[in-house]
């Protein structure tokens, strides 16, 4: 049964929350924040006080830039960046040792700018964490149980019922219409709510290295405006190792293979660095771990009403950066649609197109492009040798460069299977796709500029979007429909022409994480049946 916006008033009087969302990394807090805009209260709870100083989940893409946009929080993130802002932050990869000169750029997501609202960023992922702590704490509808940790998550007749333990042994109770686990891969939500994973292992121990050498930034100095960086050794059959900045000049972070014994005591990592490196430099560590190097999938996002996001529903190698990008997807998706449900508007079945749409995505992401960007490698090492015949090696080697563009140009996730959007007969989700202006149900909207002189962008509703290019009367018939359907919907009316054009539709329905739902030129169109399948009726 569908709510009304009292049913939520009375949830929220008779809950602690609507959403108890367990995990207050990124990616719930970017859950939490996407609900807070919407007035939806929830509850994180966090076991750690503070942010922990590893520096992971570097890379941000133009789209996860995109969400910091919408949360309010774009500026204060950028100012957070450890490294300077005239400073790069691309990046390059070796053949051989990190020093070689056989080098060429690599992940060039600047090549994919224009399709997008922002630039893309570069910050350690605690930096990332501290500003979304701080932009949640300004939202009255976020509780902020620090310190916490979930014990035990078990559904009952109203909803969900989450045991969480404070540090000094206190207990809780909280009752909420939904959970969500973003707890991280050892996810106890997930556990708790019997969703299995399927798990692909590549039988390696990884070490994570954290340091500082400001020799290692004065050898760099040859390669200006690069900020991590991937060094391919035959030895290693595709699998990387791999320097990144955390600041510019003094500190690092490492990844590696290492022999699966390998312990903090008994294995020499300053020798490790330098062989990767290719010259000796000086070393402080600051931190040893260690991390199989696997994937992981759940088999299902959902069971009942507990919902899993992040690494507690996929978790793969640091390979790429698409793994904290990935989590604020999940976040994003699931946002507008928990806030669809507990205000009314949507269907409870809406709720199903959260694991239609992000599970298959994360599939292709792992499958399409880590795992096969390590396949990819490995026979590249196989075949080409520049020992064995030099000239075959240099023109292989230089045909990869426009590999490298070819994969960021074909990472483009899409619904096109979604059944909430009107996609091509036979369309799968999938994290491959291709970057284009032309608004294609399914696919992210293309950023252009309006003839106010801002961009569409900046004109987006919370909820849907109509952008009404036909100078007629669709515009109004949409209204009326999502007036009578209760779902919010805002209509941005303008021309098809100074370069809006380029979207191949006069009609164009956007969801409220930007993408698109439907897209025609049928002036005719059926209002009431477009909006009411994009909310989840079938």
Request: charged letters at 20%; aromatic letters at 10%; hydrophobic letters at 40%.
């Amino acid at each position: 049964m569908t709510r009304t916006g009292n049913d939520v008033r009375q949830a929220q009087a008779s809950n602690d929350a609507p959403v108890v969302i367990v995990g207050g990394g990124p990616v719930g807090m970017g859950l939490a924040i996407g609900l807070g805009q919407r007035g939806i209260k929830s509850i994180v709870v966090e076991r750690y006080e503070q942010p922990q100083p590893i520096p992971k989940g570097q890379n941000l893409t133009q789209r996860t830039m995109e969400h910091f946009h919408f949360w309010g929080a774009e500026a204060a993130l950028r100012a957070a960046r450890t490294i300077p802002p005239d400073y790069g932050i691309g990046g390059m990869t070796s053949h051989g040792t990190l020093l070689s000169g056989t080098n060429y750029n690599w992940l060039q997501r600047e090549l994919v700018r224009p399709f997008y609202f922002t630039d893309n960023e570069r910050l350690p992922q605690y930096a990332t964490e501290a500003v979304l702590r701080q932009r949640a704490a300004q939202f009255p509808a976020i509780d902020l149980r620090y310190g916490w940790t979930c014990q035990d998550v078990r559904p009952d007749a109203d909803g969900v019922v989450i045991e969480i333990v404070n540090r000094d042994g206190t207990t809780q109770t909280l009752s909420a219409d939904y959970v969500v686990g973003c707890d991280g891969s050892r996810s106890i939500v997930r556990e708790h709510a019997g969703i299995t994973q399927t798990r692909s292992d590549h039988d390696r121990l990884m070490v994570l290295l954290v340091f500082r050498s400001t020799e290692l930034h004065r050898l760099l100095s040859r390669y200006p405006g690069k900020s991590f960086y991937n060094v391919l050794h035959p030895d290693l059959e595709g699998y990387w190792k791999f320097f990144g900045r955390v600041d510019l000049g003094t500190t690092w972070f490492f990844h590696a293979p290492v022999p699966t014994d390998t312990t903090r005591d008994n294995f020499d990592f300053r020798r490790l660095l330098q062989e990767a490196a290719g010259a000796e430099f000086d070393v402080e560590f600051e931190h040893v771990g260690f991390w199989d190097l696997r994937f992981t999938l759940a088999d299902s996002y959902r069971a009942g009403r507990i919902f899993v996001a992040g690494d507690a529903a996929h978790s793969h190698p640091p390979y790429g950066g698409y793994g904290i990008n990935s989590g604020f997807e999940d976040a994003v998706n699931l946002a507008w649609k928990l806030a669809a449900i507990l205000h009314g508007w949507a269907p409870p079945g809406l709720l199903d197109s959260y694991d239609a749409e992000r599970r298959p995505v994360f599939a292709s992401t792992a499958r399409d492009f880590i795992e096969a960007s390590i396949f990819r490698d490995r026979d590249f090492l196989r075949q080409h040798d520049p020992v064995r015949d030099r000239a075959d090696f240099e023109a292989a080697w230089h045909a990869r460069q426009s590999g490298a563009r070819a994969e960021v140009n074909a990472f483009e996730p899409n619904y096109e299977g979604s059944p909430i959007v009107f996609g091509p007969a036979g369309g799968v989700s999938s994290a491959i796709g291709s970057h284009a202006y032309a608004a294609r149900a399914g696919h992210h909207l293309a950023p252009q500029p309006l003839s106010s002189g801002k961009n569409v962008f900046e004109e987006l509703g919370d909820g849907f979007t109509l952008i009404d290019l036909t100078n007629g009367t669709a515009g109004a018939a949409f209204e009326r429909a999502a007036a009578g359907l209760g779902i919010p919907l805002k209509v941005i009316r303008d021309t098809a022409s100074d370069g809006r054009e380029k979207y191949e539709a006069r009609l164009i329905l956007v969801r409220p994480d930007q993408f698109v739902a439907y897209a025609s030129n049928d002036d005719d169109a059926d209002a009431s049946g477009i909006l009411m399948r994009a909310v989840g009726y079938s």
